[in-house]
Structure formats: structure tokens, C-alpha cells
């Protein structure tokens, strides 16, 4: 049975069961409650804000670049300075051989680009078969349509897997701290390769995308 709190609110609740905490305000790494209470918030939201709340030095630059210049439409052909800087940091030395930057709002839409790019990238190199992903098992890409099909939950597929990719194939997961192989001290990083190469050679170089 929906929470009165839920059924009056005009806000769309990830649970209808329990009434949300009221957050007045946030500080540091803590939050604070309509009930008085003080919240620490040790996950950084959902592990992706770890900066904390209310820092002055960071309100000052955001503020600051909100007054010069708050919004920028990249496909207009425009560029600026504090996207150029950025990048440049980012690609000091050129890690991994990157040599280029673009930057989204979120991890889902990073997710759904990097595919994108890479489809486009070998579609225009006369491959448009070259279009299937291996992601891994129990992974999680984000939330958009593009991202849970690259993703390897189960739970979070089951209602929407008429809506996902076929084009994409499952590996076991490389995460040596949680999953061992038939030994208590062999990892699995072995076995991980072992199914990632098996896969590859079922679909063939022609088709995988990805990983």
C-alpha cells in the first residue's frame, strides 16, 4: 500500500511503501534532516559525487563561470576556453594514446556515445557489420537504454529485454577479490580471459565492436 506522503507528492518516488527523508540542507559530507537529524553521506550519492556540498572554492568557480558563461552549444561549431583546458589536462602525455575529449552529463550518456562513435567509426570505414559488443557480466553502465544493454545485470534486464540489443554478448566478470577459480587462491583472471577469447573467435573479428 502506497505511503500517503508518496500518493499526495506530484514527485515521482523511487518507492511508493515509505515516506523519503526530507533533506533541509547538505554540508560538507553530511546531511541534514527535517527531523533534526544529520546524515553521513560516506557512498557520495551514488558513488559518483565525491566532492562534498557547500565547498566555497568550488561555488565561487561554478559561480563565477555561470556569470561569464553558462551554456554552450557545441553542435553550433562554438567552442570556449575552460572546455579546452579541460581537455588538454585531461590528455596531458596522451594516457593510453588518447588524444581526444568530449565531455556528456553523466556515465549513461558516455556509455551510449562510446558506442555510437565506435559504430559510426567503423560504419564509415565501410564495416557496418562491425557492430557487436562483449561487455561483461554483472556490470552496470548506467541508466539509459543504451547503457542496460551493455550491462550485465539480470535483474535490472528482466522488464525491458524486448527493448535490448542482440547485438551484444556476455563474458565472465575479472574481479579477482570476490570471485575465485576451483582454488581458493586462483584468481580468475585467467578464466576471464579464457571466455573473452572464446567469444571473440565465435563472432569473429568482422563483428565484434567493442569491449
Known amino acids: 500500500m502506497a505511503h500517503p506522503f508518496v500518493t499526495s507528492s506530484h514527485l515521482l518516488h523511487r518507492s511508493f511503501?515509505?515516506?523519503?527523508?526530507?533533506v533541509i540542507y547538505?554540508?560538507?559530507v553530511s546531511l541534514f534532516l527535517e527531523s533534526g537529524r544529520e546524515v553521513l553521506d560516506a557512498s557520495a550519492g551514488p558513488a559518483v559525487s565525491c566532492l562534498g556540498f557547500g565547498r566555497p572554492e568550488i561555488v565561487q568557480v561554478?559561480?563565477?563561470?555561470?556569470?561569464?558563461?553558462?551554456?554552450?552549444?557545441s553542435g553550433a561549431r562554438f567552442t570556449c576556453d575552460v572546455t579546452e583546458d579541460l581537455a588538454s589536462m585531461?590528455?596531458?602525455?596522451?594516457?593510453?594514446?588518447?588524444?581526444?575529449?568530449?565531455?556528456?552529463?553523466?556515465?549513461?550518456e558516455?556509455?551510449?556515445?562510446a558506442i555510437k562513435l565506435a559504430t559510426q567509426y567503423w560504419f564509415e570505414r565501410g564495416m557496418p557489420q562491425k557492430c557487436h559488443v562483449?561487455?561483461?557480466?554483472?556490470s552496470y553502465h548506467g541508466n539509459t537504454t543504451g547503457a542496460l544493454c551493455v550491462s550485465g545485470h539480470d535483474s535490472r534486464r528482466t522488464m525491458y529485454r524486448p527493448w535490448l540489443s542482440q547485438n551484444v554478448s556476455f563474458v565472465d566478470?575479472?574481479?579477482s577479490y570476490r570471485l575465485k577459480g576451483k582454488s581458493p587462491m586462483k584468481p580468475t583472471s585467467n578464466d576471464w580471459r579464457t571466455s573473452y577469447r572464446k567469444r571473440s573467435f565465435v563472432l569473429g573479428p568482422k563483428r565484434s565492436l567493442l569491449l
Open 17 to 22: 511503501a515509505q515516506k523519503p527523508e526530507m
Open 26 to 28: 547538505a554540508s560538507g
Open 62 to 73: 561554478v559561480t563565477n563561470q555561470i556569470n561569464q558563461l553558462a551554456y554552450l552549444y
Open 90 to 108: 585531461l590528455l596531458q602525455g596522451q594516457p593510453g594514446g588518447l588524444s581526444k575529449a568530449t565531455f556528456v552529463n553523466s556515465g549513461s
Open 110 to 113: 558516455a556509455t551510449d556515445a
Open 134 to 138: 562483449i561487455a561483461r557480466k554483472q
Open 173 to 175: 566478470s575479472c574481479f
